[in-house]
């Protein structure tokens, strides 16, 4: 099983990305992605997830409105596109899988490696 995460990169506040998460290895449809961020000097937090079959998202409160998750089981794609970015945003972004979405890192079985997303003037 693998997850990479990409798209990650500098943009001005109030910019948009978009990333990917590439899996292999194992039925995409068959686990919930989550998408989660750890900034410099903080704990990892939740932003947000999709469930596997019938594709339910959850947010964060703190990306609510301004994110949005899907996913490409044909091609084994999760994205997090990512609006109205603010500098706060900023940390590395991992993807994670699991056999249903919660708000808990240590509830996810599957990790990537991370995509720093740097949101700056």
């Known amino acids: 099983v693998q997850l990479q995460a990409s798209g990650g990169g500098l943009v001005q506040p109030g910019g948009s990305l978009r990333l990917s998460c590439a899996a292999s290895?194992?039925?995409?449809?068959?686990?919930?992605i989550g998408w989660f961020r750890q900034a410099p000097g903080k704990g990892r937090e939740w932003v947000s997830c999709v469930t596997g079959s019938d594709g339910n998202t959850y947010y964060a409160d703190s990306v609510k409105g301004r994110f949005t998750v899907s996913r490409d089981n044909a091609n084994y794609l999760v994205y997090l596109q990512m609006n109205s970015l603010k500098p706060e945003d900023t940390a590395v972004y991992y993807c994670?899988?699991?056999?249903?979405?919660?708000?808990?890192?240590?509830?996810?079985?599957?990790w990537g490696h991370g995509t720093l997303v740097t949101v700056s003037s």
């Open positions: 290895g194992f039925a995409l449809e068959d686990y919930a």
């Open positions: 994670a899988a699991n056999w249903y979405c919660t708000t808990q890192a240590t509830d996810f079985r599957y």
